[in-house]
């Protein structure tokens, strides 16, 4: 089973803190991504990452940036959280038959 | 625009009922679907999918059907049973690769003893 582990269930960060989301997959998958969920929105794509370094905008990239220096791991980056970013974010993998999620980090900026 | 809809923000159904969760798409150009299941502070996981070649796919008390014409896919879970208590998301694919999904905002699924 693919496995994708994210760093930190809960984080409480206060406003205009730099913020890193660590995500990592075991199974050698090209595709990754960072969504956030938040109720009535649904699961927004922030980023998407398609190979080492290579990295897209998703449907919103604003104060967010992402790193992949390797293929296991893709990071999410709040340059400076604003309590607008308080959201449960979710990382993802996949290949060819599906999508592995991690199981989410509820990040609060206070 | 949303070009996956899923109108229903909740829905409450009896143990032991047929529990049908609605998905709407706008984009002709989808050629596969999936519907994912989220517990609170779990990531979503896979439930079952289907391709637009099929009109029906079967696993177990899940179902999902697929109405190309009217842009339309349901979810049928029968019979409902506590543990389906989720949010329940329909997500859609172009040119049949997952490499980007688009969502709906997800229909929370509440089963009553």
């Given at each position: ?22 995500c ?41 940036s992402?790193?992949r ?5 893709f ?36 | ?15 032991g ?6 998905c ?17 502070a ?32 349901s979810l049928h879970?029968?019979p ?34």
């Amino acid at each position: 089973d693919v496995k994708v582990t994210q760093s930190s269930r809960y984080l409480v960060k206060r406003t205009g803190e730099k913020v890193f989301l660590e995500c990592v997959q075991d199974m050698d998958h090209e595709n990754m991504f960072w969504y956030r969920q938040d109720p009535g929105l649904g699961l927004r794509l922030i980023y998407f990452s398609y190979d080492v370094k290579m990295k897209e905008k998703g449907d919103i990239p604003e104060g967010y940036s992402v790193s992949r220096e390797k293929k296991e791991r893709f990071s999410l980056i709040l340059e400076s959280a604003s309590t607008n970013q308080t959201s449960m974010y979710l990382c993802a993998s996949s290949f060819a038959t599906g999508v592995t999620f991690g199981s989410g980090t509820r990040l609060t900026v206070v | 625009d949303q070009q996956v809809k899923q109108n229903s923000p909740s829905l409450s159904v009896q143990e032991g009922r047929i529990s049908i969760l609605n998905c709407d798409y706008t984009n002709s150009m989808f050629d596969y679907f999936l519907w994912y299941k989220k517990y609170p502070a779990e990531g979503p996981t896979f439930l079952i999918s289907i391709s637009s070649i099929k009109d029906k796919n079967e696993d177990g008390r899940f179902t999902v059907f697929l109405n190309k014409s009217a842009k339309h896919l349901s979810l049928h879970i029968v019979p409902s049973q506590p543990g389906d208590s989720a949010v329940y998301f329909c997500a859609a694919s172009p040119g049949g690769s997952n490499y980007q999904l688009i969502w709906g905002a997800g229909t929370k699924l509440i089963i009553k003893p």
